[in-house]
């Protein structure tokens, strides 16, 4: 099986603690790399923190410094970087969000469960899909 290095960009360290722990109970041993916020996440990316094959990024909306839509924009908007799956991860229910986020083409918009074991579930789910789907 590949190997998906996968680069979570989130603030909420509850919430990292829930994706590390999903994986965990989940066994998905894929490399988990996290960044606090989006100006982080790019100086992972581009400095090859983060390998840029099989790569697919987790990202948050609503975090300081450059949020997730700021985010997508420089990230689309870097020709080395912009063909990089995204899915967002996020509380965000904004219709605006959700709309900015497609327009910049991101391959999912998931809402965070409340709960853990909901939370489990979607990155089990989220695990699956990307096993069976052609990475970039």
Request: net charge negative; hydrophobic share 45%.
């Amino acid at each position: 099986m590949r190997t998906l290095n996968i680069l979570l960009v989130e603030d909420d360290e509850v919430d990292v603690m829930n994706v590390q722990r999903s994986f965990k109970k989940n066994n998905i041993s894929n490399p988990l790399y996290v960044a606090g916020n989006g100006v982080e996440a790019l100086e992972m990316l581009r400095s090859g923190a983060v390998p840029g094959q099989n790569r697919l990024i987790l990202l948050d909306i609503n975090m300081p410094k450059m949020n997730g839509i700021e985010f997508l924009r420089a990230l689309r908007a870097d020709p080395a970087l912009r063909t990089s799956p995204v899915v967002v991860l996020t509380t965000s229910n904004d219709d605006k969000d959700r709309m900015e986020s497609f327009e910049l083409n991101v391959a999912g918009y998931l809402l965070k469960p409340v709960t853990f074991n909901s939370f489990v579930e979607l990155m089990l789910a989220l695990n699956k899909y990307w096993m069976l789907v052609e990475m970039p």
